[in-house]
């Protein structure tokens, strides 16, 4: 038989009038980190006077009653799952992955198995030491679910540790992080730097937008190639992104913000579909095919987390990419 769901109900003072609802109810349920509570409110667990919310900056107000409903606890710790990995390298401390597309990080809402937590439990076995209070690999940076490339992840509590400060602090180390992206129209420059902070979005929670007062993020883009579309005029580009930052869909954000989404991206580039008509017959049938945002991690520079010895490694483009880079060229590069 299930444990009944627990509640919490809280009555908000005149001194909290006005704060947001997670840090109130971080405040007052100590038992309950603020960013536990903030996937409840998301989940729509929190209601305030029998109205659920689902924005943890709600602003709240003298007399409110707030009830947080607690679901039934399941194991924390992710099952191991024998997923097959490309390992570019690995010893005692760290493990780097070349992920592919459609395999989710981390467990969470609708992924619950079959993540790369779930392939790297498996895999690494005994060699885990208890990151966190609990054997599993330390997730230090992600890649989005349909993004391919280069991931690096910890196998100890001192690797987690000081991976975590490195992606934490890039300026003091060697770390770089390289992505490459096929867009949709060229850039009126050949390079540059995009610094917009970036948020939830304020509509939509499982997507990100540039807002200001949101985490600074930062991401340098070169443009290395330009291509032609039926009317000759430049259609496509692939750039080069480098970050100072890791914000979640940073890159895929930063591009559409400045007119040039990710072609495939259904989330930040769906107003550009008509664009495949510009497209060359054979370069609309990749861009099909490919079926999603044509986002590579290419490159992966950091110093080792025990060693301190810098590290080096790269990823050839997946096939599908590829394909449609080839077929985008074959119309006709455009002169930078």
């Not at 390992?87 to 070349?98: K, P």
Request: charged share 20%.
């Amino acid at each position: 038989m299930n444990a009944p769901q627990q509640t919490e109900v809280v009555v908000l003072t005149a001194q909290e009038a006005g704060a947001r609802i997670d840090r109130v109810l971080a405040a007052r349920i100590p038992s309950l980190s603020r960013s536990r509570l903030k996937a409840l409110i998301l989940d729509g667990a929190v209601a305030i006077a029998g109205r659920t919310i689902r924005d943890p900056g709600q602003r709240v107000k003298s007399g409110e009653a707030v009830t947080v409903t607690l679901p039934e606890a399941v194991p924390a710790k992710p099952t191991a799952e024998a997923i097959p990995l490309n390992i570019v390298y690995e010893d005692d401390a760290i493990i780097v992955i070349d992920k592919p597309k459609g395999l989710v990080v981390h467990p969470a809402a609708g992924h619950a198995t079959g993540t790369l937590v779930n392939a790297l439990i498996a895999h690494c076995g005994a060699s885990l030491s208890g990151i966190g209070g609990v054997k599993r690999p330390g997730i230090v940076h992600r890649l989005d679910k349909d993004t391919t490339g280069l991931m690096v992840v910890a196998k100890t509590d001192a690797a987690h540790r000081a991976l975590s400060a490195q992606f934490a602090h890039k300026a003091e180390g060697p770390l770089e992080r390289g992505y490459l992206a096929l867009v949709w129209g060229a850039p009126a420059r050949p390079k540059g730097t995009i610094d917009a902070p970036l948020d939830r979005h304020p509509h939509a929670r499982d997507r990100r937008a540039v807002r200001e007062g949101g985490r600074q993020a930062v991401t340098h883009w070169h443009v290395l190639e330009r291509y032609a579309g039926n009317d000759g005029k430049p259609a496509a580009s692939l750039i080069e992104c480098r970050l100072d930052t890791g914000r979640t869909h940073q890159i895929r954000v930063h591009l559409a913000h400045i007119g040039h989404p990710i072609m495939g991206d259904s989330t930040y580039g769906a107003g550009y579909k008509t664009k495949a008509r510009l497209l060359p017959p054979q370069a609309r049938v990749a861009l099909e095919a490919l079926g999603s945002q044509a986002l590579h991690a290419y490159l992966l520079v950091i110093a080792h987390p025990l060693t301190g010895q810098t590290l080096e490694f790269r990823s050839e483009l997946p096939e599908d990419f590829s394909r449609l880079q080839h077929e985008l060229a074959h119309s006709g590069p455009v002169p930078l």
